[in-house]
């Protein structure tokens, strides 16, 4: 596959004001996204996995307490360092998000159609009439049905899948190049998960587009991501390819977070696996690897040094933050090869 | 397959516009069990047909003077009997019912424009927020009526210069709901999907955020209009208000002030008029604010602040 890089982040840092000073919310993150392509962000909640699809949007303007480093490359162009009034172009026109509650993110007081339209209208210079119909053609495509008539009702008339149906037809409104997800599945029941997964996958075959898919749900990115990057406390600890990460993952981290799932085949009678302690607080970092304080593996080296992003030898396109990924991954082989 | 998906469709908005028909139901009864609101809605709707229609109705001129005909107590040729200078009472009380309800309408509505203008905005901008919000302070902590004399003092008496007065005074008020009701809007995820979807500032202050604050907004303006009401029955009576010889509510108390032991009706039913007028205006008001807000349960009313009168 010859796909162009479409986005691409480099060492971002997002700092926030508080009042006890500037607290870094995402660390230093880079990736990037080729067209077409599906890259999963997965890690817990308060890992910066909203804040770096916030920051790439810039969305955290309007509050004047914000600071961005780094460099976020959308098509050749820094986003960072783009007036406001080209940001706003790129915003829902090249780029668009889905947000995470859909009781919440569409305004009670219009009508469903009104607010497509609205997104509409943004951006294309089309006549409100072409626009209605548009809207009419979006709400069918992400499968809603008789939409001529569900045009004119208000959000509260709608289920919860049904919102965020619609906000997928406000998000792909203008057809854009990249589509940032975040945790758009996550308030849904099952069923309706499903439906919207397979809307996404398909529009992302269709359309062409590349997606950020944020989520927690590991086996939401193993059903539709090519690549994951997992997240851990403002910082990348491991991207890699999506059956690579699943197969062999690299970091203790991610390891952790794979066991912890329940397995359909696996032994009933054990307790699941759970990765030990909680996220620390952003205002009291530990100086040396950040998941040293619940890794099971850490040594002096890991509470002194934080370790490099660096890439994998082993597995092409892999990288991974931890100085004893080798070793662990030989440790595992080797009981592995005994329990067999 | 075909024939059935259409009949469902047409079982659908039939089900829909029922559905519609018994909220309205719904709407209308919870609104005539407000039994107050209702009352107050029809007295300000009659005072209102009374200024707009009253003058038309009067055989005398309320500037006309018959000095031979003074202090005469009601009878059938002077309804509501005459003032001190022989002026028929009840064609000033309906030419004055025109000065103080419209003071009180355009004090309601400059007062809405300006306090939705600045608390949208101060709700948006944060270091614009401190400024508007330090002045409006400032303004509140002044007693409403203290500061209107106080800007009557420095504009002059005369109508239009009330009217800036009370809007100066109140818009303050008007500010602060707004104010409030934007900064939790503006915190919504919807507000931050619109800012995803490239619309800009502007957009969003004014199509996004202010529709949300309109129903807490009109609540507010009618009390904004009794309260106008009443300050400028109170300046008029201190003299500072509509100036003579304009009959306004209050400038006929004044001048019944004076004679109250020998004519009882000069101050009797201007004052019934002011009661009337506030009291409906306020009735309906409380009944407004328990209709769009379902948690104040009737009954149980938290009372808002009131201001300084």
């Not at chain 2, 009864?29 to 003058?55: E, R, S």
Request: with cysteine.
């Amino acid at each position: 596959m010859q796909n162009e890089t479409l986005l691409e982040v480099s060492n971002l840092k997002t700092h926030f004001g508080s009042d006890t000073g500037f607290v870094t919310a995402v660390d230093g993150i880079s990736f990037h996204v080729e067209e077409g392509e599906i890259l999963g962000v997965v890690g817990e909640s308060g890992c910066g996995k909203s804040v770096t699809a916030e920051s790439i949007l810039r969305l955290h303007d309007e509050k004047f307490n914000t600071m961005y480093e780094g460099e976020i490359k959308y098509k050749g162009e820094n986003l960072l360092k783009l007036p406001l009034s080209k940001m706003e172009n790129i915003r829902g026109n090249e780029i668009s998000m889905i947000f995470q509650d859909p009781m919440s993110s569409l305004n009670p007081v219009y009508t469903i159609g009104n607010q497509i339209t609205e997104a509409l209208l943004l951006h294309q210079d089309i006549s409100k009439k072409e626009a209605h119909n548009k809207a009419i053609e979006l709400l069918e495509l992400v499968g809603i049905p008789s939409p001529e008539k569900r045009i004119t009702e208000y959000p509260h008339e709608l289920s919860g899948g049904m919102q965020q149906r619609v906000m997928i037809a406000i998000g792909l409104a203008c057809q854009p190049s990249l589509l940032i997800a975040d945790e758009p599945t996550t308030a849904l029941d099952v069923t309706i998960q499903a439906q919207i997964l397979d809307i996404m996958l398909r529009l992302n075959k269709e359309l062409k587009m590349g997606v950020i898919f944020i989520t927690h749900d590991l086996g939401v990115v193993a059903e539709i991501c090519d690549r994951v990057a997992v997240m851990y406390l403002g910082q990348i600890v491991e991207e890699a390819r999506t059956i690579d990460l699943f197969e062999q993952p690299l970091h203790p981290y991610t390891s952790g977070l794979l066991e912890s799932i329940p397995k359909m085949d696996g032994d009933r009678s054990k307790k699941l696996n759970v990765v030990k302690g909680s996220v620390p607080s952003l205002d009291s970092i530990p100086q040396g690897c950040r998941f040293a304080s619940r890794c099971p593996f850490a040594d002096e080296l890991c509470l002194k040094e934080m370790p490099e992003l660096r890439p994998f030898k082993d597995e092409e396109g892999s990288k991974v933050r931890c100085w004893h990924a080798e070793k662990i991954l030989n440790e595992r082989k080797k009981e592995h090869v005994s329990t067999d | 397959m075909q024939t059935l998906k259409t009949d469902t469709n047409v079982d659908l908005s039939e089900i829909k516009s029922t559905l519609k028909s018994e909220q309205r139901k719904i709407l209308t009864k919870k609104i005539m069990k407000n039994k107050l609101m209702v009352a107050g809605g029809i007295i300000f709707i009659l005072l209102c047909l009374l200024a707009l229609f009253g003058p038309m109705l009067v055989k005398y001129d309320p500037h006309e003077m018959t000095v031979s005909d003074r202090l005469t107590a009601p009878s059938g040729d002077h309804l509501l009997g005459t003032d001190n200078f022989g002026r028929d009472l009840l064609s000033r009380i309906v030419y004055g019912s025109r000065a103080t309800l419209g003071v009180g309408f355009s004090v309601a509505i400059l007062s809405s424009l300006f306090g939705l203008i600045i608390g949208l905005y101060s709700s948006y901008y944060k270091t614009l927020d401190h400024i508007l919000m330090r002045i409006s302070d400032g303004l509140m902590a002044i007693p409403g009526v203290l500061l209107a004399i106080a800007l009557m003092a420095a504009l002059g008496p005369s109508t239009r210069n009330v009217i800036i007065a009370l809007s100066i005074v109140f818009t303050p008020y008007i500010a602060r709901v707004v104010r409030s009701v934007a900064l939790s809007v503006r915190e919504q995820t919807y507000i931050e999907a619109m800012r995803a979807q490239g619309a800009s500032s502007f957009r969003i202050i004014w199509l996004h955020i202010m529709p949300n604050t309109i129903s807490p907004l009109i609540v507010q303006a009618t009390f904004i209009f009794s309260d106008a009401m009443i300050t400028e029955a109170a300046l008029s009576f201190l003299g500072v208000g509509v100036p003579a010889p304009d009959p306004s509510w209050g400038n006929i108390l004044y001048d019944g002030k004076l004679v109250i032991f020998n004519a009882w009706w000069m101050t009797v039913f201007p004052g019934i008029m002011i009661i009337l007028a506030v009291m409906s205006l306020n009735l309906f008001g409380d009944g407004l604010r328990d209709l769009i807000d379902p948690r104040v349960k009737s009954g149980k009313k938290i009372k808002g602040d009131k201001h300084a009168k």
